[in-house]
């Protein structure tokens, strides 16, 4: 399976973007881009996800290397209730099974 | 929609006991994971389940068994509990529609703590 590798923690200040960053330098063709976080004391929450193209939701932007070997998570206006674990994860079309990583613990200051 | 519920939300097993770990989820989701995460640490993939009557071994099974007798339910057995596996279990169910699936819901998770 490709890994993943995110650095291991990353400040914001509130209300400023932040850029979340994910290297995957072995990616296959038909493996997807996932992102979840994990808020303090809860079980980890869908962000956003890709295949090729950038995508943008109510939650964040996620936007793809052309060569997809990294992407980057993007919260336009961090709150507090964004501090999190943030996990990069690939799965593979035909593959069942999701499997993450030790992610990225953003801590946003007041 | 409850969503996916995990029963119990704490419990303390002394080394050697065994229990099961329930999970069921309401949204008629084909697929079911079960996994575990370590204080500090990434979630780890215990066991999955792609429907009724299929279970499969993720990245950390040993000690562990599953059965997935229905749609809704699939409980996560340890049998001669140990120390190691004191952690945060979580459960999670996607649909398998053509075009959706991409997301996991996730359970709140149970804390077990092995002494």
């Known amino acids: 399976d490709a890994k993943t590798t995110q650095p291991n923690s990353m400040e914001s200040n509130e209300e400023e973007p932040v850029h979340l960053p994910c290297n995957h330098s072995t990616i296959s063709g038909t493996d997807y881009i996932h992102w979840y976080r994990q808020l303090p004391s809860q079980g980890p929450e869908y962000v956003i996800h890709?295949?090729?193209s950038n995508v943008n939701n109510r939650m964040a932007s996620l936007a793809i290397a052309e060569d997809r070997k990294s992407s980057t998570l993007i919260l336009h206006r961090a709150t507090l209730r964004d501090a999190a674990v943030y996990y990069c994860?690939?799965?593979?079309?035909?593959?069942?099974?999701?499997?993450f990583g030790a992610g990225t613990r953003l801590t946003v200051k007041p | 929609n409850a969503g996916v519920t995990q029963t119990p939300k704490f419990r303390i097993l002394k080394i050697g006991q065994s229990m099961t770990l329930q999970c069921t989820q309401d949204m008629n989701h084909n697929y079911m994971y079960w996994y575990r995460q370590d204080p500090g640490m990434g979630l780890k993939l215990i066991y999955y389940?792609?429907?009724?009557?299929?279970?499969d071994k993720g990245e950390v099974p040993n000690g562990y068994n599953v059965s997935r007798s229905t749609t809704e339910d699939f409980p996560l057995r340890l049998e001669l509990a140990a120390p190691s596996q004191t952690s945060v279990y979580f459960c999670?169910?996607?649909?398998?529609?053509?075009?959706?699936?991409?997301?996991?819901?996730f359970g709140p998770g149970t804390r077990l703590t092995v002494t």
């Open positions: 389940s792609v429907g009724a009557g299929i279970t």
């Open positions: 994860i690939l799965r593979a079309t035909h593959n069942n099974d999701m499997r």
């Open positions: 890709g295949l090729t």
């Open positions: 999670a169910s996607r649909t398998f529609t053509r075009g959706l699936g991409y997301e996991q819901y």
